[in-house]
Structure formats: structure tokens, C-alpha cells
């Protein structure tokens, strides 16, 4: 069982964010943010990254970036997290679920109000 977080915002539908490491931030970093709507912290990790790149020697940039991977790695999904945060969404449940559809079964189980945000009419 992994866990979520559920972010809920009045009339829109329900975010489910898997907790813990991102290998997709891992690796592609300041695009891994960008996907996912962080905007500021991809724009701040893409200026550090770029700042590396161009004034630290290129035998350490190389370690330092590897760092920069770690650190994007256990932190880019709490980057998401607070991008939510600023758009207004509030976190509101935490649950153990196999993925995240069964994660947000569990969600509208416990909250039934909020099938309607999540299920629209034609």
C-alpha cells in the first residue's frame, strides 16, 4: 500500500497525489514540475540548475547536479503539493491505497459530497 493526499477546492474536482519519492522529478526535474503545474518551483530549480551549470567548475557540476536530482527526487511532489496550496486547493485527507484511483474510490467513499464534482452530467 502507497499513500495519498487528497486536495480538495470548492467546485473542482478532487487532486490525489502519491506520497514520497518521484523518479519522474529525478530525473527530468524542472520538466517534471511543469507537467505537473508547479510552476514557481520549476522556474526556481531551473535558475539553480542553470547558475551550476555556469559557475561551478565542470568536474563538480556533474556531483552537484546528481544532488540537484536527489533533491528534486524526495522533494517534487511536496513542490506540487504547495503549488495546490497556492491555487487555492486545501489538503483534507490522508489514505493508503494500491494507486491512485483506488485512492480516490476511497476518497468519495468517505466523502459522497463530493461526487458531483468529480462526476458531471452530459
Known amino acids: ?14 487532486v490525489v497525489l502519491l506520497e514520497g519519492w518521484s523518479w519522474g522529478a529525478a530525473v527530468f526535474g524542472p520538466f517534471w514540475l511543469l507537467a505537473h503545474r508547479a510552476w514557481l518551483p520549476a522556474v526556481l530549480f531551473g535558475a539553480a540548475a542553470l547558475l551550476v551549470v555556469v559557475l ?3 568536474g563538480l557540476g556533474g556531483l552537484i547536479g546528481l544532488g540537484f536530482g536527489v533533491l ?3 522533494l517534487g511532489r511536496d513542490a506540487v503539493r504547495w503549488s495546490l496550496e497556492r491555487r487555492g ?7 493508503a491505497a494500491g494507486d491512485a484511483d483506488s485512492a480516490l474510490a476511497r476518497l468519495l467513499h468517505a466523502r459522497a459530497d463530493l461526487h458531483a464534482s468529480v462526476i458531471r452530467p452530459l
Do not use: N, Q
Not at 1 to 14: E, F, I, N, V
Not at 89 to 95: E, K, N, P, Q, S
Open 1 to 14: 500500500m502507497r499513500s495519498y493526499t487528497a486536495h480538495l477546492k470548492p467546485d473542482c474536482p478532487p
Open 56 to 58: 561551478v567548475p565542470p
Open 72 to 74: 528534486a527526487g524526495l
Open 89 to 95: 486547493y486545501r489538503l483534507t485527507h490522508v489514505m
